[in-house]
């Protein structure tokens, strides 16, 4: 055995979006850090579709960016097409995604991760935890290599146990092309609970074999919306695809790919019903439990029965590719059944196959079983974060993946632990959900998890969590400075906008038409605050009510928590309860609100929501006497 000559500050095993976020994070502290992965190829691969974003999982990303993250900024400079959703909705769900060059995205935060001082990269698989006591010492490789480290964060994927299904066909692996990691058996052997999940993934297409005349095209918007507050210090140069800055310069601009919408039809559903008994999801085959906000395309032919067709989107992979990512048919059916129903479907007809979808189960370890800072209650010095903590999608690693970094360094570096509240952000939200409750399911993040959304927006990000980073060394220099500036902006147009309330203008009325608003501004005024600050101003200003109510909520729900409710309470009366809370409560009748917090399948939101009830029972119970 040869025992690597250093002493790192934090080891990370795993380079996915996890490990990435982890490293990068712990090195931006000042530790030496050590990244192990089975494949220094592979680093940040996007396994399922190479989009970032989405409803919640933007914001998310906007949060990681605002704490320094990588995750934004690299999809800004390879991403192909870019789209805000919700937009025509409320500000609190409108979300950003990204469709990625999927190589660009990979190459490129692999020299990210390269050229980040204080992280050195090492090709190995570990096999073994070094343990003294209960306290972490560091890692063996199959290379028989020891690696000595103050910290461990484990971020290894699907790959504990991985195993793939096509059909009714097993073959080891936690992604297509690449093996295993036994690391299961090491940490049962060390007390840890293992439990079993399941994934899956859609084929991949020639896009020389779509007929896109028969499809519904979707583009990209204009001007392109940004995940990273700092995507405009990207370089701007021709000779290098991975650095571009698509904004601002009119001689050089990079166009956006259309993504393609088609549909299932009858046809489509009743080839997959014929063969549901080749599918290991109903053969019995696959035991562990899959993302219920996520189905197979088997799983939507037969929940949704009722349904005539299925949305089918046909997403480009990269610009150097004709491989499309076909999003909405996530199937471990047959190869033959697989290739038949799709070409059941309008645009498909004589599609191609390059690689087929498939099922992939993985070990993971109920989340219970760490503290806040992600490290874990049994082993002192041991982090875990991204799938290994039962969650699923990119941005949920990448969060997981920055907090456990952060709290990996900090203890090494003696400092106090740092942990993000509910009130703070989705990632604080997304932490507690876990630690606290646990997931019986793949873990996804929606903006439904956070009760404090309209506080929490993707626009605001920076100005949350930027001054919070700074204060703990994950930022500084330029992205400080910048918030710094953005603040004593918000300040001053704050101080313009209480003068005009005090004398009297309407800035409700102006704001519900927004050409008014802008002619009423002073002209000094909107050359020292940006426009794009006044959105904030605007919001501020329209939802005040409710902005108001939900930073005293915080306050209210911890008076609440231990509030009794009538045992003979109808909760299926109450309006803007979730139907899923609805028989939840009805099933198990909590005798006070903190118990109805702690039912598995209970959100935040509906606790609020239910004594919001509450109080108005109470109130008018009081008006009757």
């Not at 799709?342 to 070990?363: F, H, M, N, Q, T």
């Not at 329209?542 to 911890?558: C, F």
Request: aromatic content about 8%.
């Amino acid at each position: 055995m040869f025992r690597y000559p250093k002493c790192y500050d934090v080891i990370v095993i795993g380079a996915g979006h996890a490990g990435i976020e982890a490293a990068m994070a712990a090195a931006r502290l000042g530790c030496e850090v050590a990244v192990l992965t089975q494949n220094l190829d592979t680093i940040g691969q996007m396994s399922c579709n190479p989009a970032i974003g989405g409803l919640a999982k933007g914001h998310m990303v906007r949060e990681i960016d605002a704490l320094g993250g990588v995750m934004g900024l690299n999809t800004d400079a390879t991403g192909i097409q870019w789209r805000l959703l919700n937009a025509s909705k409320g500000p609190s769900v409108r979300a950003l995604r990204a469709q990625c060059d999927k190589k660009a995205y990979q190459f490129r935060m692999k020299r990210e991760l390269e050229a980040m001082p204080g992280v050195e990269l090492h090709q190995g698989n570990v096999l073994d935890l070094r343990l003294e006591g209960d306290r972490i010492m560091g890692v063996t490789t199959s290379f028989g290599i020891e690696f000595a480290g103050k910290t461990v964060i484990l971020s290894v994927g699907t790959f504990m146990g991985g195993l793939m299904h096509v059909g009714l066909r097993q073959e080891k692996g936690g992604r297509m092309g690449d093996g295993t990691s036994d690391l299961s058996e090491v940490l049962k052997r060390c007390g840890f609970a293992v439990e079993r999940f399941k994934t899956g993934t859609p084929c991949r297409l020639n896009g020389r074999s779509i007929d896109f005349a028969k499809c519904e095209c979707q583009h990209g918007d204009e001007p392109v919306p940004k995940f990273s507050f700092m995507a405009d210090t990207l370089v701007r140069s021709r000779n290098d695809l991975f650095t571009l800055n698509f904004w601002g310069d009119p001689t050089f601009h990079m166009e956006q790919l259309p993504c393609w919408i088609t549909y299932t039809n009858g046809c489509t559903h009743d080839i997959i019903r014929a063969n549901l008994h080749q599918s290991p999801l109903y053969s019995g085959v696959i035991d562990g439990v899959g993302p219920r906000y996520c189905p197979s395309i088997e799983d939507k032919v037969v929940r949704f029965a009722e349904k005539e067709r299925h949305q089918v989107f046909l997403e480009p992979e990269g610009r150097h590719t004709l491989e499309y990512y076909v999003n909405g048919v996530s199937t471990s059916l047959p190869y033959s059944v697989q290739l038949e129903f799709l070409r059941s479907i309008r645009g498909l007809e004589k599609c191609e196959i390059l690689r087929p979808g498939y099922a992939v189960e993985y070990d993971y370890c109920p989340p219970t079983q760490l503290r806040p800072t992600l490290e874990t209650r049994k082993i002192e010095g041991l982090f875990f974060a991204g799938q290994i903590n039962g969650t699923s999608g990119y941005e949920e690693a990448a969060g997981q993946g920055l907090i456990a970094g952060t709290n990996a360094a900090l203890k090494v570096l003696g400092k106090p632990a740092w942990v993000l509240g509910r009130d703070e952000a989705y990632l604080g939200v997304m932490v507690d959900d876990l630690v606290t409750r646990g997931c019986t399911e793949p873990y996804r993040m929606f903006t439904s998890r956070a009760e404090y959304r309209l506080l929490l927006r993707q626009d605001n990000a920076d100005l949350r969590l930027t001054p919070k980073a700074a204060a703990v060394g994950l930022v500084g220099g330029e992205r400080v400075r910048r918030v710094e500036e953005k603040l004593a902006g918000l300040a001053k147009a704050d101080c313009w906008v209480r003068q005009a309330m005090h004398e009297g203008m309407r800035l409700d009325q102006w704001l519900r038409r927004s050409e008014n608003f802008w002619h009423m501004l002073p002209e000094t005024l909107l050359k020292e605050v940006p426009r794009e600050l006044w959105s904030l101003i605007e919001t501020d200003i329209k939802y005040a009510g409710h902005l108001g109510r939900q930073r005293t909520q915080i306050e209210r729900m911890v008076r609440q928590e231990g509030r009794c409710l009538p045992e003979s309470l109808d909760y299926t009366a109450l309006r803007g309860l979730k139907k899923e809370a609805q028989i939840r409560f009805t099933e198990v009748r909590p005798a006070t609100l903190g118990q109805a917090g702690r039912i598995p399948g209970i959100t935040p939101a509906d606790v609020a929501m239910l004594a919001v009830w509450l109080e108005k029972l109470e109130r008018e119970a009081a008006s009757a006497c």
